[in-house]
């Protein structure tokens, strides 16, 4: 069995099915997506689909599913469309009228109960997930175990986890105390930002393309940003599936016109 996380695919549905085929996961793997399903890309509708069906896959919520929730929940809310809009949600909006009522109410309560942190215990090191980060001032406890992990990330606050940008990928030390904390893994935030907001980079967040790629971030390397910038489409972004137990990494380009 092996553990594969993806975030950010922004709607790019034939990005995803891409890199889904490569990978070719198996019944019995985990899949995990931080979020970030939604909006910008062409085909939100579709991604929407997509994830939920993966057998055994955990979809975490995003802050564009956040957005677009407190939209349809508060139509009367101009400040809520607003926000929504600004950040890529008309596709989104038009995709959801597209489709029959049903379906759409089907698809929005799904990721309405979406949770907003996950951890995997892989081998004998232990991954937290979020779409954003962590709060790194939350207090740690002194050993970690799949019971401690549970309670961190509960004692996190739901915005921490969503929207955390500087102050989790800017912090010079993160949660891995000479390797025996965890790694924590995270979107939300392209990895070419980094260059100007986080401590330190395992390697240039742009490769030999000009695409963007997942770095490892801190002292420790135990920040790991995979958000690839596939918001940004082609020539800039890919959708990256990431395997957990050994660290490979399987890319696919946003290609022109998906």
């Not at 469309?81 to 890529?88: E, F, T």
């Not at 009522?101 to 004998?124: Q, T, Y």
Request: glycine share 10%; charged share 25%; with cysteine.
């Amino acid at each position: 069995m092996s553990t594969y996380v993806f975030s950010d695919v922004h709607g790019h549905r034939a990005t995803l099915e891409r890199v889904l085929m490569r990978v070719s996961p198996s019944d019995e793997d985990r899949i995990i997506c931080l979020g970030d399903m939604i909006d910008r890309g062409p085909d939100p509708v579709g991604v929407l689909r997509l994830v939920r069906s993966l057998p055994g896959a955990v979809a975490l919520m995003g802050n564009h599913e956040e957005l677009m929730l407190s939209c349809i929940e508060n139509r009367d809310d101009a400040l809520a469309a607003m926000n929504w809009g600004i950040n890529g949600g008309a596709v989104t909006s038009a995709g959801l009228e597209e489709i029959d009522v049903d379906e759409a109410n089907d698809l929005l309560n799904w990721v309405a109960e979406l949770p907003r942190s996950a951890f995997a215990l892989v081998g004998d090191r232990l991954f937290l997930m979020a779409h954003a980060g962590v709060c790194l001032g939350v207090p740690a406890p002194d050993v970690w175990d799949e019971s401690a992990a549970e309670a961190y990330l509960s004692a996190q606050e739901p915005e921490d986890l969503t929207w955390i940008r500087e102050e989790f990928w800017g912090a010079e030390k993160g949660l891995s105390a000479g390797g025996s904390g965890p790694i924590v893994v995270a979107g939300h935030t392209p990895t070419p930002y980094l260059e100007r907001m986080a401590f330190s980079l395992d390697r240039s967040p742009v490769n030999e393309d000009g695409l963007a790629r997942m770095v490892r971030v801190g002292e420790e390397q135990d920040r790991w940003d995979i958000d690839c910038g596939a918001a940004g489409g082609c020539g800039y972004g890919q959708v990256l599936m990431l395997r957990l137990e050994d660290g490979e990494e399987f890319y696919e380009p946003v290609l022109e016109g998906e």
